[in-house]
Nanobody, 124 residues
Framework: QVQLVESGGGLVQAGGSLRLSCAAS????????MGWFRQASGKEREFVAS????????VYSDSVKGRFTISRDNAKNTVYLQMNSLKPEDTAVYSC?????????????????WGQGTQVTVSS
């Protein structure tokens, strides 16, 4: 059974930074792509960023490109999301997801395991 546990969320002022972490267990972490998604209250879940199995390929949504950075440490079975220049519209529950293959993209169906999420709140 794959487990994904997010941490690092919290309350931050606009313009600030947060670093989210997602610790994985239960299967060979380095064999799969990973992604971050978010869901704001009353809205559908949306793609934020993804990273391939070896970190060589990253994909970002247009709304976070240039502000967020996804990375992974396969030795620690952990994927990260560095969030800079945060805006109130970034407020959401952020969840990590483990992909079905080495390369995972923007679509939820490309992932088969999900974490519970961590709340990020950006005040104006």
């Amino acid at each position: 059974q794959v487990q994904l546990v997010e941490s690092g969320g919290g309350l931050v002022q606009a313009g600030g930074s947060l670093r989210l972490s997602c610790a994985a267990s239960g299967r060979t972490f380095s064999g799969y792509g990973m992604g971050w998604f978010r869901q704001a209250s009353g809205k559908e879940r949306e793609f934020v960023a993804s990273i391939s199995w070896n970190g060589g390929t990253t994909v970002y949504s247009d709304s976070v490109k240039g502000r967020f950075t996804i990375s992974r440490d396969n030795a620690k079975n952990t994927v990260y999301l560095q969030m800079n220049s945060l805006k109130p519209e970034d407020t959401a529950v952020y969840s990590c997801a483990s992909g079905k293959t080495r390369f995972s993209g923007r679509n939820s169906y490309e992932y088969n395991y999900w974490g519970q999420g961590t709340q990020v709140t950006v005040s104006s």
